[in-house]
């Protein structure tokens, strides 16, 4: 716990920094407010406009949650249906790939037009973004053993499904946690898409409809709150991960 207060304390310092650094070079370049406004007056739009803000970041962030969610749980099963059903494998694992290939903004409009505007598309755009990142660090987890615990799998006549329960799944949770931390990282990415491919809330609504005004102080309040978001999804799922792999030390 002491490691990820100190994670914290030091990302806000650097947090801190840069909005001084910030402030200091909007002063000293002279720029237009409409152009980049200083961090003074996006503080002031952040107080004047909480109410708004915060209801279309909460729609952002319950897609992202949701998503995150879905891309977890159905990640997880494909990886260990990969590992256990090596046929299964052999077909899944080529149309992974090409829809991976495959790029998100070529795919949220698509998802718009079968599942609208609401969140059911923004919701699939968010899973679909970080299915893949948990699919394979899981499935590579699963497929990496100790040559001495397979060894002894082998000199047991263990099961490929008890191999898998006793052995191999303990052995791919740091994976899966690294897996899962780099899925809450990018999940925001798939609701943002999702909301600027088309959407009546959100924080990509409110970039599109304010930029499109040059009301740039609401568009740099809702990305502060977008990063704000990210940040903070990133560092429960690095203190909830260290669950899955207790044992695992880290620097």
């Keep these: 716990m002491t490691g990820f207060l100190r994670s914290v304390f030091e990302t806000c310092a650097i947090i801190i920094g840069l909005v001084f650094v910030w402030h200091v070079l909007v002063k000293v370049s002279g720029v237009e407010p409409y152009m980049v406004p200083g961090p003074i007056a996006v503080g002031e739009t952040l107080w004047g406009r909480a109410g708004f803000l915060l209801y279309h970041a909460s729609i952002t962030a319950y897609e992202t949650l949701l998503g995150l969610f879905f891309g977890v749980t159905f990640g997880a099963i494909l990886a260990v249906s990969l590992w256990l059903f090596p046929m299964a494998r052999k077909v899944t694992l080529p149309v992974l790939l090409v829809t991976q290939s495959l790029p998100v903004f070529a795919i949220a409009p698509v998802l718009v037009l079968w599942f609208g505007f609401g969140l059911a598309s923004k919701i699939i755009m968010a899973t679909l973004v970080i299915f893949f990142a948990i ?56 609701a943002i898409v999702g909301e600027w491919v088309g959407a009546k809330g959100g924080l990509a609504f409110i970039l599109l409809q ?37 044992w695992q030390t880290e620097d």
């Design 135 to 190: 699919t394979s660090t899981f499935y590579d987890g699963l497929r990496r053993l100790d040559p001495g615990l397979s060894e002894l799998s082998r000199l047991y006549r263990l099961s490929r499904f008890q191999e898998f329960r006793l052995l191999r799944l303990p052995s791919a949770m740091p994976a899966f946690a690294s897996g899962i931390r780099i899925a809450a990282a990018f999940a925001p990415i798939g």
């Design 210 to 246: 304010f930029n499109a005004r040059a009301q740039t102080d609401v568009v740099f309040a809702a990305l502060i709150l977008l990063a704000t978001m990210v940040l903070v999804l990133r560092y429960v799922a690095d203190y909830a991960t260290r669950f899955l792999a207790p």
